[in-house]
Antibody
Framework: QVQLQESGPGLVKPSQTLSLTCTVS??????????WSWIRQHPGKGLEWIGY???????YYNPSLKSRVTISLDTSKNHFSLRLSFVTAADTAVYYC????????????????????WGQGALVTVSS | QSALTQPASVSGSPGQSITISCTGI?????????VSWYQQYPGKAPTLILY???NRPSGVPYRFSGSKSGNTASLTISGLQAKDEADYYC?????????FGGGTKVTVL
């Protein structure tokens, strides 16, 4: 059974960098065919996709956050991480890591745009 | 990218059927079958209940079904049960990757 678990500070000061890690168990993050993603949910609001990382060199971000987001992969620790810089109160949210399904065939791997496993979520509050 | 449009709330009595709509535009919902649905209980992470418009993951009851017409996808819950009371979100491929609906609160009367 695949499990994802977010970890990181629950309180970040304005203008600083939010950092979260998602530890994956039950599957190798290096197994291929999956897109390791971050999604957030503002309090009482809907979901917002932040971005994904496919391998150590392939990451893609929501254009609205692209200038502030970095997602990285550490295969030795079987985890991936999110960094969001220059945070403001508007970045206060529950941050989820999730696995997006991919399809591999025909010489390549392709996204399938749905998330089959999610972490429990980590509330990050931006406040001085 | 604008969020997909869902009704804020839908309600029904036990045993009834309800349908939640999810409206996008031709370049997301309309042109692609990459629509998925998630169920979320308060304080919990979303869970996948439908993907690629109509497919149910293993373990999801047959009571949950999906369809699409034009730019609108729909989730139907048949034989509504008390445990179906939750928030439901749709999601779709877009040109900038993935967009979610605003969510629909389902109330079982």
């Amino acid at each position: 059974q695949v499990q994802l678990q977010e970890s990181g500070p629950g309180l970040v000061k304005p203008s600083q960098t939010l950092s979260l890690t998602c530890t994956v168990s039950g599957d190798s993050i290096n197994s291929g065919g999956y897109y390791w993603s971050w999604i957030r949910q503002h309090p009482g609001k809907g979901l917002e996709w932040i971005g994904y990382i496919y391998d150590s060199e392939s990451a893609y971000y929501n254009p609205s956050l692209k200038s502030r987001v970095t997602i990285s992969l550490d295969t030795s620790k079987n985890h991936f991480s999110l960094r969001l810089s220059f945070v403001t109160a508007a970045d206060t949210a529950v941050y989820y890591c999730a696995r997006e399904m991919g399809y591999c065939g025909g010489g390549g791997c392709y996204r399938q745009y749905y998330f089959d496993y999610w972490g429990q979520g980590a509330l990050v509050t931006v406040s001085s | 990218q604008s969020a997909l449009t869902q009704p804020a709330s839908v309600s029904g009595s036990p045993g009834q059927s309800i349908t939640i709509s999810c409206t996008g535009i031709s370049s997301d919902v309309g042109d692609y079958n990459y629509v998925s649905w998630y169920q979320q209980y308060p304080g919990k992470a979303p869970t996948l209940i439908l993907y690629e418009v109509t497919n149910r993951p293993s373990g999801v009851p047959y009571r949950f079904s999906g369809s699409k017409s034009g730019n609108t996808a729909s989730l139907t819950i048949s034989g509504l049960q008390a445990k179906d009371e939750a928030d439901y979100y749709c999601s779709s491929y877009t040109s900038t990757s993935v967009v979610f609906g605003g969510g629909t609160k389902v109330t079982v009367l």
